[in-house]
């Protein structure tokens, strides 16, 4: 079965400060991929980042950084100079198993980040 | 830009009725999904759909059944409300075509039954 964690129910960060958000999984499937998603206060998902299990190098956008370590099972999310916008709701997800089609969530962290 | 619609953001319903929640995709994606979530337990998957009047069952069906009689619409039926369905519902959609597989997310109907 399929399982994602985040330890971290509520994290705070200072304005133009780097926060990492905790996510660690776990699937006995060699193929899958992780992504990340934010959920303002309004409700919708929002697409973030995607990192494949066979990817050499770990997935960038923008201020977005995904920390990768595979033995660990680990897959952080790095968000460089933080903004009052990324105030929201952060969930981490995978895909395995054999299905493009399912996503497993974590139970999400709650970030604030302070003016 | 992808964009995914919910008929509705708010919906109050009484307890024994039918309720239909709709979702359109513009962006001709094959596959479509319905989540409910829940403070504490994140996203759980209702029902799928890979293709026109295909569906698959996800982690919590029942209690809710779902429509795709077209490509850009999904429909997520709960045939006799309950107050334990009280819940904010997100429909999703996804492309095979793109490595990824991301899903694009609608805004949610937040759904009170009384």
């Known amino acids: 079965a399929q399982k994602i964690t985040q330890t971290q129910p509520g994290m705070f960060v200072q304005e133009k400060e780097a926060v990492t958000l905790d996510c660690t999984y776990d699937t006995s499937d060699p193929s899958y991929g992780l992504f990340w998603y934010k959920q303002p206060s309004s409700g919708e998902m929002i697409f973030l980042i995607y990192q494949g299990s066979y990817d050499q190098q770990n997935a960038t956008e923008g201020r977005y950084s995904l920390n990768f370590q595979k033995a660990r099972k680990s897959a952080n999310l790095v968000i460089s100079a933080s903004q009052l916008g990324d105030s929201a709701m952060y969930f981490c997800a995978m895909k395995s198993g054999g299905s493009n089609y399912k996503l497993t969530f974590g139970k999400g962290t709650l970030l604030t980040v302070n003016p | 830009d992808v964009k995914v619609t919910q008929s509705s953001r708010y919906l109050v319903k009484r307890t024994g009725e039918k309720v239909f929640l709709e979702c359109v995709q513009d962006?001709?994606?094959?596959?479509m999904f319905w989540y409910r979530q829940d403070p504490g337990l994140g996203l759980r998957l209702i029902y799928f759909?890979?293709?026109?009047?295909?569906?698959e069952k996800g982690d919590i069906p029942e209690g809710y059944s779902v429509s795709r009689e077209k490509k850009e619409r999904f429909s997520l039926i709960l045939e006799s409300a309950s107050t334990n369905q009280t819940s904010m519902y997100l429909c999703a959609s996804s492309n095979p075509g793109q490595p990824s597989y991301e899903q694009y997310f609608g805004p949610g109907t937040r759904l009170t039954v009384t």
């Open positions: 962006m001709d994606h094959e596959n």
């Open positions: 759909s890979y293709d026109v009047k295909m569906k």
